[in-house]
């Protein structure tokens, strides 16, 4: 059986990591994370969303995936062929296990030089965080190559995602037998397209979702569950089918 699994931040709120439509905390809490996670925004303020995502990258590491994640694994391990189609920037999926995770909005444990594209070994957006959970202005590093400026390796508002991970989500929805969408409000395009593109092709779309998002409407099933919840019953149905 081929299965995708879309997910957006809710997917991740069981491990402690503020979904995007959560209120900001520390710092950040005067910010609109939308006006944050913007080119316009790096080049006006740099210090100020360097300074954000790497306080965000210091909250990843220090989390765990939580049994929603692991579920997700345990499937692939029951022989099932899954591919994670994410809108999270976080890791969590592949420290669960998951080997096919495709990151609609890129990665936040990754940077680039800006302008040239150049990375850096050890990757500077991870070095050891001295911001505390105030979190704290931080001037990104320079390129060695070309002196621009690193930025995140997420896409901002505005940006086009990135090609590879967009084909292989549309290709694994070619060659699925069933969609499930979990913790995502539904709002963010092109991503929120997916699964109305399943329903298109015939696909069954599972919800799971505490609470009903712009999508409910457009799905066969939705449980009304946390992602730890409902991918552990929905693993274990699976398993006994
Ligand atoms: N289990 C499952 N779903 C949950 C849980 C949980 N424990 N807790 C919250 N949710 C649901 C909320 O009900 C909401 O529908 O997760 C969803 C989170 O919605 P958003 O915060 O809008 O996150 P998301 O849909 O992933 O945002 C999409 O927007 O801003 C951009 O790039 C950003 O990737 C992000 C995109």
Redesign the pocket.
Known sequence: MRLVVL?????S??SGV?????ALTGLWARFD??RL?TPEAFRRDPDLVWGWYRWRAAQVQRVQP?A?HAAIAAMERDGIEVDVV????DDLHERAGSTRVHH??GHLLQSRCIDCGATAEPDPIVAPYEGGDEGRHEAPPRCARCSGLFRPG??W?GEALPDDAWSAGISALERADGVVV???????HP??SLPGLARWRGLHVLE??????ALTHDVDEHWA??????LTRLAEELRSA
């Open positions: 997910t957006g931040a809710g997917m709120a069981e503020p979904t995007f439509r959560d994370p939308e996670a939580n929603g994410t809108q999270n920037v609609l909005h997420v896409v508002f979990v913790g995502t409000s539904g709002l963010v991503a929120a799971i979702n505490p609470q009903t998002s569950m946390t992602a730890s919840a409902g």
